[in-house]
Structure formats: structure tokens, C-alpha cells
């Protein structure tokens, strides 16, 4: 019989895109593979990006042949055939490029993943911003012109942001990153992304990277709604609610002392902002780290083992 299922940590996947830089080594320490740094996959079950296990007897196993062969243990019953969320952590040292994803009836009618999404702000340099959203009043005409004469985010929505904001960006919804930003993203499992605009700039080989107009007109939804900044909710001591969505849940949790965990017979993950912390005796977690708890544990007991508080954002379906 095989061994009980335990708190799992998994390889980063760096991604190089020509946006990055080095705050993953700057805030949290990480061995980065050079700059630009863009992207670290904390938890990915795609082919283009395939999560492995860094510690235990099951180190070296991908996600998703755990998932092929203890599936109920690991994500619940039924279990989903691949893992439904895709989470990444993001260092935008200049602006990503203005995009649209698919939300499920776009995806449905015309290809493509659905991606909903959302992030969180771990690091914002001064004056930092998103764009979420379209301006009220544009259309299909005004967003074709201001494309023509090359000042497309004059019909973007501006958000300023800094640390410990939270940013919902639904399938549909018309947006970007600009410099200076370190997000927590979370999102469907999609890699499906339309450029509608990239700031003039070429990619590593010297060219212009596409764009996919035709493709993004077709599936902004220009009624998006509930999008842009959430306003967060204590739920109770040490617990504030960050987001709810039909495919996932954000909760930021103060640990400070032992902090029992439910699992409610589902997986969480979770991602530690700032201290670090112990969970179940098993594992020390550090800051700008992320484990998935198997749904086979019944609870977990959190500890900041420095005796200060540590913050941890938890990730549920």
C-alpha cells in the first residue's frame, strides 16, 4: 500500500518573457535562471509547464500522474481529470501587454481556454498600476481607433495599486500589468491569451510578438462586470475573505500561533506572503513559497515557528 499522501511542494517554472526582472530574487530569495525572470509556475498541470514534486518519497512525480494515480486522495471525489487552477507568481518590470481571455460561453462558441483570473499584489513599486477593464461608452469602433492611432490605453480602466490589494479580472475583461508590480496570480487552468496591443516592443528575437485582434474583439465582453479592485472582509479573527469566484476562493490567514486547518475533504494551497510557517510537523514553508494540502487530510495545524505572525493566502475551489 502506498504511503499517506502528505503537504506537497512542487519545482518552480521559470518563463522568461521579455516583461520580467529579478524580484523573485530581490524580495524572496529565489536561485532565479537569469533576467529576465517573468514568471515562476508555483502549481501548473500543463504540458508547457508541468508541476514536479520537490520533496518526499514522491519527489520527481508530476502533478499530473498523481492525480492519474491517487486522484481522489489527492483533489477529492470525483476528482477533476487534470487540476483545475493554474497559480503563478509575476514580476512585471515593464508593462505586459494589453490581452483578453476567453470566459466560458466565448470559449464554448468560438475555442480557446476560458480564463478567469485574478491578482494579488505582493510587492508594487511607488505610483504602480493595472489596467482592468475597459473606459464606460467604449465599443468595438472606438477600441479599432484608438488601436489606429497607437494610444490604446486611453480607453483603459487605470487602477493604482500597492501591497495587499486585490484585483478580479473575469473572462472577457480587458487588461494589463503595468511596471513595477509583483502579483500572486491565480487562474483557471487556460493558457488562451489575445494580444490586443503590446506597447510597440519586440520579443528575444528581434521582432514584434503577435497579436491576435480579431480573435480578442471577439470575445471581450463589453458589459463586464465586477472586475477591478475588490474590497476585502474580515470574516473572523485573523481571517479576511479576498475573493470569491465560481472557480476559486482567496483567504488570507494571520498565523501567530497553532491555527487548525480544516480541508472540508477538498485541496487547498497555500502561499506564503510574509514569516513562514510549519504545517502539520511536516514541512517549513517560507516566505514566497506554496504548498497543495491533499484532500485526504482531514486537518493540518499551521505554526509560525519565529513566534512572529506569518501571512499565508489560501487557495480553495
Same mark, same amino acid.
Given at each position: 500500500?502506498?504511503?499517506?499522501?502528505?503537504?506537497?511542494?512542487?519545482?518552480?517554472?521559470?518563463?522568461?518573457?521579455?516583461? @520580467?526582472?529579478?524580484?523573485?530574487?530581490?524580495?524572496?530569495?529565489?536561485?532565479?535562471?537569469?533576467? &529576465?525572470?517573468?514568471?515562476?509556475?508555483?502549481?501548473?498541470?500543463?504540458?508547457?509547464?508541468?508541476?514536479?514534486?520537490?520533496?518526499?518519497? #514522491?519527489?520527481?512525480?508530476? #502533478?499530473?500522474?498523481?492525480?492519474?494515480?491517487?486522484?481522489?486522495?489527492? !483533489?477529492?471525489?470525483?476528482?477533476?481529470?487534470?487540476?483545475? #487552477? !493554474?497559480? $503563478?507568481?509575476?514580476?512585471?518590470?515593464?508593462?505586459?501587454?494589453?490581452?483578453?481571455?476567453?470566459?466560458?460561453?466565448?470559449?464554448?462558441?468560438?475555442?480557446?481556454?476560458? $480564463?478567469?483570473?485574478?491578482?494579488?499584489?505582493?510587492? /508594487?513599486?511607488?505610483? /504602480? +498600476?493595472?489596467?482592468?477593464?475597459?473606459? &464606460?461608452?467604449?465599443?468595438?469602433?472606438?477600441?479599432?481607433?484608438?488601436?489606429?492611432?497607437?494610444?490604446?490605453?486611453?480607453?483603459?480602466?487605470?487602477?493604482?495599486?500597492?501591497?495587499?490589494?486585490? %484585483?478580479?479580472?473575469?473572462? @472577457?475583461?480587458?487588461?494589463?500589468?503595468?511596471?513595477?508590480?509583483?502579483?500572486?496570480?491565480?487562474?483557471?487552468?487556460?493558457?488562451?491569451?489575445?494580444?490586443?496591443?503590446?506597447?510597440? +516592443?519586440?520579443?528575444?528575437?528581434?521582432?514584434?510578438?503577435?497579436?491576435?485582434?480579431?480573435?480578442?474583439?471577439?470575445?471581450?465582453?463589453?458589459?463586464?462586470?465586477?472586475?477591478?479592485?475588490?474590497?476585502?472582509?474580515?470574516?473572523?479573527?485573523?481571517?479576511?475573505?479576498?475573493?470569491?469566484?465560481?472557480?476559486?476562493?482567496?483567504?488570507?490567514?494571520?498565523?501567530?500561533?497553532?491555527?487548525?486547518?480544516?480541508?472540508?475533504?477538498?485541496?487547498?494551497?497555500?502561499?506564503?506572503?510574509?514569516?513562514?510557517?510549519?504545517?502539520?510537523?511536516?514541512?517549513?514553508?517560507?516566505?514566497?513559497?506554496?504548498?497543495?494540502?491533499?484532500?485526504?487530510?482531514?486537518?493540518?495545524?499551521?505554526?509560525?515557528?519565529? @513566534?512572529?505572525?506569518?501571512?499565508? %493566502? +489560501? %487557495?480553495? &475551489?
Amino acid at each position: 500500500m502506498n504511503d499517506s499522501l502528505y503537504p506537497l511542494t512542487f519545482y518552480p517554472v521559470y518563463q522568461d518573457y521579455v516583461w @520580467g526582472g529579478r524580484k523573485l530574487a530581490d524580495v524572496y530569495g529565489r536561485e532565479i535562471p537569469g533576467e &529576465p525572470t517573468a514568471e515562476s509556475w508555483e502549481l501548473s498541470d500543463r504540458m508547457d509547464g508541468m508541476s514536479v514534486i520537490a520533496h518526499g518519497s #514522491l519527489e520527481g512525480t508530476t #502533478l499530473r500522474s498523481l492525480i492519474e494515480s491517487r486522484g481522489e486522495e489527492l !483533489l477529492g471525489t470525483p476528482p477533476p481529470e487534470i487540476f483545475p #487552477l !493554474l497559480v $503563478k507568481i509575476l514580476d512585471a518590470k515593464t508593462p505586459l501587454s494589453v490581452q483578453v481571455h476567453p470566459n466560458d460561453a466565448t470559449a464554448a462558441a468560438f475555442g480557446g481556454e476560458a $480564463k478567469t483570473e485574478m491578482w494579488y499584489v505582493l510587492d /508594487a513599486d511607488p505610483g /504602480a +498600476r493595472v489596467y482592468c477593464g475597459l473606459k &464606460p461608452g467604449s465599443t468595438e469602433a472606438t477600441l479599432r481607433e484608438a488601436l489606429e492611432k497607437d494610444h490604446l490605453e486611453t480607453c483603459l480602466e487605470t487602477i493604482e495599486v500597492a501591497k495587499g490589494d486585490v %484585483i478580479s479580472v473575469p473572462g @472577457g475583461c480587458v487588461h494589463a500589468i503595468a511596471a513595477g508590480c509583483l502579483l500572486l496570480e491565480v487562474q483557471q487552468n487556460s493558457n488562451t491569451t489575445y494580444r490586443l496591443y503590446d506597447w510597440g +516592443r519586440v520579443g528575444h528575437d528581434g521582432k514584434p510578438r503577435d497579436l491576435h485582434v480579431a480573435r480578442a474583439i471577439q470575445v471581450i465582453d463589453w458589459d463586464s462586470g465586477n472586475h477591478g479592485k475588490i474590497e476585502t472582509r474580515e470574516i473572523k479573527p485573523g481571517h479576511t475573505q479576498l475573493l470569491r469566484t465560481p472557480y476559486f476562493s482567496l483567504e488570507r490567514i494571520a498565523i501567530h500561533q497553532a491555527h487548525d486547518l480544516p480541508t472540508n475533504g477538498t485541496w487547498q494551497i497555500l502561499f506564503v506572503e510574509s514569516g513562514s510557517i510549519r504545517i502539520a510537523d511536516k514541512l517549513d514553508l517560507a516566505a514566497g513559497r506554496t504548498c497543495l494540502l491533499p484532500a485526504c487530510m482531514a486537518s493540518c495545524t499551521l505554526e509560525s515557528p519565529s @513566534g512572529s505572525t506569518a501571512q499565508v %493566502i +489560501r %487557495i480553495s &475551489p
